[in-house]
């Protein structure tokens, strides 16, 4: 089955620094989403991008479906933004699309 | 929109015992439910589809006759553990999405935390 690889796999930033998490896929998908788990297990939808570009505040994110990577963007990290980021990718089988899930950066924002 | 509600968030029972979980959309028909487990410091494994009205479809390595799947309308699935042992302990999240659209992405409920004794 596809394969997806988060990187790095931890991540440790000061409060105000910039970062860049990485997900690369091992086959073609036809949809990518961001989430962001808080310490207490919620996933929060950051972006639905199955391709291109998008911005949302201090986050945005890019994937190249040809090169089977997404990017996700923080800039101006706050410790609110900790917690463990998870890409999961989509493909259509049949009558019912799956997300298969990343192995996840756990990110620590210290003040 | 698209909020998805699951209960209970927290679960300590005694082994041997059967926990039910729910999960509902409240502003939106779910076509399709999906349930999934994380152990601590891992990934979220999909454990099983649903769809509204027929049987769930397990993954592979999931045990049907252990993990019960009912999703008798369009907001509303359950989830029950049953004879629970000290190794089913996991964090347990629902999602769901909408119908008549497969571009739609998936809304995750908050999870459930199981521990059992």
Redesign the interface.
């Known amino acids: 089955g596809i394969q997806v690889e988060q990187s790095p796999p931890d991540l440790i930033l000061q409060e105000g620094a910039n970062s860049t998490l990485r997900c690369n896929f091992s086959d073609s998908v036809n949809?990518l989403?961001w989430?962001h788990q808080n310490p207490?297990?919620?996933?929060i939808?950051l972006f639905?991008i199955p391709s291109g570009t998008k911005q949302n505040g201090r986050l945005s994110a890019t994937t190249v479906a040809t090169e089977r990577y997404s990017l996700l963007y923080i800039s101006s990290s706050q410790t609110t933004d900790s917690g463990v980021y998870?890409c999961?990718v989509e493909r259509?089988g049949g009558?019912?699309?799956?997300?298969?899930?990343?192995?996840?950066t756990l990110l620590a924002v210290q003040p | 929109g698209a909020v998805v509600s699951q209960h209970p968030s927290w679960v300590i029972c005694k082994s041997g015992t059967s926990v039910k979980i729910e999960c509902r959309s409240l502003d939106f028909q779910a076509t399709?439910m999906?349930w999934?487990r994380?152990f601590p410091k891992q990934?979220?494994?999909?454990m099983a589809?649903s769809?509204e009205g027929s049987k769930a479809?397990y993954e592979q390595g999931v045990e049907k006759d252990k993990f019960l799947i009912n999703h008798a309308s369009l907001t509303l699935s359950t989830l029950t553990v049953t004879s629970a042992h000290p190794e089913d302990s996991s964090?347990y999240?629902c999602?769901a999405?909408a119908r008549d659209n497969?571009?739609q992405?998936?809304?995750?409920g908050?999870?459930t935390?199981l521990s059992i004794l």
């Open positions: 949809n989403q989430f207490w297990g919620q996933l939808n639905y998870f999961a259509y009558a019912t699309n799956k997300l298969i899930f990343g192995t996840g | 399709t999906f999934y994380q990934s979220l494994m999909l589809t769809n479809t964090f999240i999602s999405s497969r571009f992405p998936q809304h995750f908050d999870g935390r």
